[in-house]
């Protein structure tokens, strides 16, 4: 397929690059499209937990578009939402099972929202949107893109959290021992983590932030209300 | 064990679909821009969910559950299925939402003109497939339990989506910073409104006292506090 493409276009054109850093920042699929935050806050408490889930998203989002831009003309259009779910339904099926071999300790942490990736709007929004309407390659980059863009927005809001929440990154201390009794670095003189970062409501108020950093620094994304 | 009263106000307040897990938030956002709307997706949500979750319960405890298959044949006793759970449920609540949606259409028009347009947005809702998968998760003993879950939340998620859009009926009128006008604001309030709710977090709610399993308030709420992290 990408001898086929060659013939038209280099495989990395400035329109295929496009696809890639575009998702990454003026068109954020999390904080502009507004999509896939169902399963993108809850599991923002640890940055570990953030990296799996974005690369499960990834690679559910890279071979849903692949294979839904492979079928794009057999599929008759009357139920397509029904196959595009049942695809991505399957490759989910296998992201989880991979990590339930291999990953138990945090598949058990990610509970039911491995499965909710599903009906993440993300994956059905870019399968309906460009994987529907394109070539199998574009619709690798699209799947790379947005999913890259998802999971950047993913590990920011976790290492605020996790950072000033737990003190820790990746589960190792940054600011020292927090153990009552033998506390070292920052503790030592009153430093206290902030347990509301722990708590749900702290990711929707960091993503709020981000948004608005992300907004002030561009104007052309405000909108009217 | 907790009471099925129990297990129905927990699901509408300590562990509300929007403020405790964010399921949902896509449509959450996109409709909550006026009251009327955002009662309309309400109701389709609860609607869905009380007639998803039971029939999904009946699959995953006769069908799909380690063992569940055992009241066909004894050979078939030791299969588990469990594996197929996810392309189970999503299938169940796209067929049951074309289902109701044709049903609506014939029996109830006028309630069709109120939810038609909703009612195909539904089917990739997390919150409906997140019911059915935490449904599974925490193994309800009974049905009755699994339906009182099921309404518990959606109607949990039907006060988060109304009380969301009467605050931005109002947000309209105030006197927002630019850069965070519209989706931005909404994040903030949500995590605002979400503070707010887990004030209900620890509350022992069913009648039955907790003192056989000797399990302490303080407790009570460490664990909510974990379940809802994780």
């Not at chain 1, 493409?5 to 850093?21: C, D, G, Q, R």
């Not at chain 2, 009926?169 to 105030?174: G, H, N, P």
């Amino acid at each position: 397929m990408s001898a086929d493409n060659n013939t038209s276009e280099p495989l990395f054109s400035k329109k295929n690059k496009m696809l890639i850093t575009d998702p990454l920042t003026d068109n954020n699929p999390v904080t502009i499209q507004v999509l896939g935050i169902c399963s993108a806050l809850a599991i923002t408490v640890q940055v570990s937990q953030a990296i799996v889930m974005s690369l499960s998203v990834l690679f559910v989002i890279i071979m849903g578009n692949l294979i839904v831009s492979l079928l794009r003309n057999l599929i008759p259009s009357r139920i397509r939402i029904i196959v595009q779910l049942l695809v991505v339904a399957s490759l989910v099926i296998i992201v989880d099972q991979v990590l339930a071999a291999f990953l138990p300790d945090l598949s058990a942490k990610l509970s039911v929202f491995v499965g909710l990736i599903i009906t993440n709007c993300i994956i059905m929004g870019r399968l309906e949107a460009f994987a529907m309407a394109n070539k199998p390659w574009p619709s690798i980059l699209d799947g790379l893109g947005n999913g890259l863009g998802y999971g950047a927005i993913l590990i920011l809001v976790a290492v605020f959290r996790e950072l000033f929440g737990s003190g820790t990154l990746m589960g190792i201390p940054i600011f020292g021992n927090s153990l009552p009794g033998e506390e070292s670095g920052l503790y030592t003189i009153g430093y206290q983590n902030n347990n509301l970062m722990i708590l749900p409501p702290m990711a929707l108020i960091i993503t709020g932030v981000i948004i608005w950093v992300q907004r002030a620094r561009n104007k052309a994304l405000i909108e009217e209300h | 064990m907790e009471s099925t009263l129990d297990i129905f106000v927990k699901a509408i307040f300590s562990e509300n679909m929007i403020f405790a897990y964010f399921l949902g938030m896509c449509s959450y956002l996109a409709v909550s821009k006026t009251v009327k709307t955002a009662v309309g997706l309400g109701a389709a949500v609860i609607f869905v969910l009380t007639v998803t979750v039971p029939v999904n319960y009946l699959l995953e405890n006769y069908v799909l559950k380690e063992g569940a298959l055992g009241w066909i044949d004894e050979q078939y006793a030791e299969l588990d299925l469990g594996f197929l759970s996810f392309i189970m449920f999503i299938a169940v609540v796209a067929s049951i939402v074309q289902l109701v949606e044709m049903l609506v259409e014939k029996f109830a028009p006028a309630l069709y003109g109120a939810l038609g347009i909703f009612l195909p947005l539904i089917a990739v809702n997390c919150s409906i497939l997140g019911g059915a998968l935490f449904m599974a998760e925490r193994q309800y003993s009974t049905i009755l339990d699994a339906t009182a879950f099921s309404i518990g939340s959606g109607i949990g998620w039907f006060i988060a989506i109304v009380a969301i859009a009467a605050i931005r009926e109002k947000l309209r009128y105030s006197n927002v910073p630019g850069p965070l006008r519209g989706l931005g604001i909404t994040f903030i309030v949500t995590g605002l409104m979400g503070i707010a709710f887990m004030s209900f977090m620890g509350i022992k709610y069913g009648k039955e006292a907790p003192t056989e399993e000797g399990e302490p308030i303080t407790t009570m709420l460490d664990t909510n506090q974990e379940n809802n992290i994780n």
